[in-house]
């Protein structure tokens, strides 16, 4: 049995790009995550039993909006290792898109599970 907590289209705006240019403005990120949960206490009543969302919110915002990166696969290994450090769970998986990068396509980004 697993419980799982997420966030899903979290807006979060940033400076990434591989190029000067890409970074050298805010570009609107979408964040889903999802968070394995570690041990069996969550069904009682208690958010010290659990992750608080809004917590994760703060963490990736805080992030994404103070730190500029050329690679979202950069700015989600430093989320996860942020989120890891204030917290124990068993896995992690964050889906990071960006938005009209290929003009042939909505959304391109990628996926980590650790």
């Known amino acids: 049995m697993s419980n799982f907590i997420f966030l899903e289209n979290l807006k979060?705006?940033?400076?990434?790009?591989v190029t000067l240019k890409e970074r050298s403005k805010k570009q609107p990120l979408r964040f889903d995550v999802q968070i394995e949960l570690k041990g069996k206490k969550l069904f009682k009543d208690d958010i010290n039993n659990t992750i608080d969302y809004a917590e994760i919110e703060k963490i990736i915002t805080n992030v994404a909006t103070n730190n500029q990166f050329k690679l979202l696969e950069t700015l989600g290994e430093i989320i996860i290792e942020t989120i890891r450090k204030q917290y124990s769970f068993k896995?992690?998986?964050?889906?990071?898109?960006?938005?009209?990068?290929?003009?042939?396509?909505?959304?391109?980004?990628?996926?980590i599970e650790r």
Request: charged share 25%; hydrophobic share 45%; net charge positive.
């Open 91 to 111: 896995s992690i998986k964050i889906k990071i898109a960006k938005n009209k990068i290929i003009k042939s396509t909505e959304f391109v980004g990628l996926i």
């Open 12 to 17: 979060v705006k940033s400076n990434i790009g």
